[in-house]
């Protein structure tokens, strides 16, 4: 989920069994024309399905499978249907529904893909430094980045709704002195985070959200 993983997808992603279990979600892996990826599981399929690409049939940075889309400025949701599911009511909700992901306050981020262009939504789950905002890139402990992340060191102005209010924002991952100071909070926000630390070689990230 989010503090800042999954679905919330800040990091880590969960899948509901039912409107309030949710159960560990795999993610999407990257991939190029012509090659075997595999897909994000649905709430009907959580082991995913491997799909072969073709010619013109890609990948977006967020591991959706689509043919030639138009930068149209619309904002696509998450291609993980629960994720997208959550974003729409939130989104609709005017930031009135929809969140809070296992009892963690959780955010929408819009940011730009960094090779299709095209306008992303996710929600992630986040802690709070100051005015600032905190999402967590641990990806449940992967070794590797959140897609979404990627997307961040390249494209660092973003759009963030938080309950009622959006604003813009602009990406900065912390510096290893200063997300060792505010880990202790995001630990204490998402216990799991110390476990997913644990699990990996990997390290995960810890970006700021501050207002631009």
Wanted: aromatic residues 8%; proline residues 8%.
């Amino acid at each position: 989920m989010a503090i800042g993983d999954a679905g919330c997808s800040g990091g880590t992603l969960y899948t509901p069994s039912g409107p309030l279990f949710p159960t560990p979600f795999p993610r999407e892996e990257g991939g190029r024309p012509g090659v075997r990826i595999r897909r994000a599981a649905t709430a009907g399929d959580t082991m995913g399905a491997d799909v072969q690409t073709y010619g013109h049939r890609g990948l977006t940075e967020d591991g959706e499978i689509m043919a030639t889309e138009q930068q149209d400025g619309a904002v696509r949701n998450s291609p993980a249907t629960w994720v997208a599911a959550q974003a729409e009511l939130y989104e609709s909700s005017g930031g009135t529904k929809g969140t809070t992901q296992l009892g963690v306050p959780c955010l929408l981020l819009d940011y730009v893909g960094r090779r299709s262009g095209i306008r992303r939504r996710t929600v992630l789950m986040y802690g709070r430094d100051g005015d600032d905002y905190l999402i967590v890139g641990s990806n449940g402990g992967s070794d590797s980045h959140p897609l979404w992340y990627l997307n961040l060191l390249d494209g660092p102005e973003v759009d963030v709704r938080v309950g009622t209010e959006r604003f813009p924002a602009l990406a900065e991952t912390l510096p290893p002195e200063e997300k060792e100071r505010v880990w202790p909070h995001l630990v204490e926000v998402f216990p799991r985070y110390a476990a997913y630390r644990a699990k990996t070689g990997r390290d995960i990230p810890v970006v700021r959200l501050r207002r631009r």
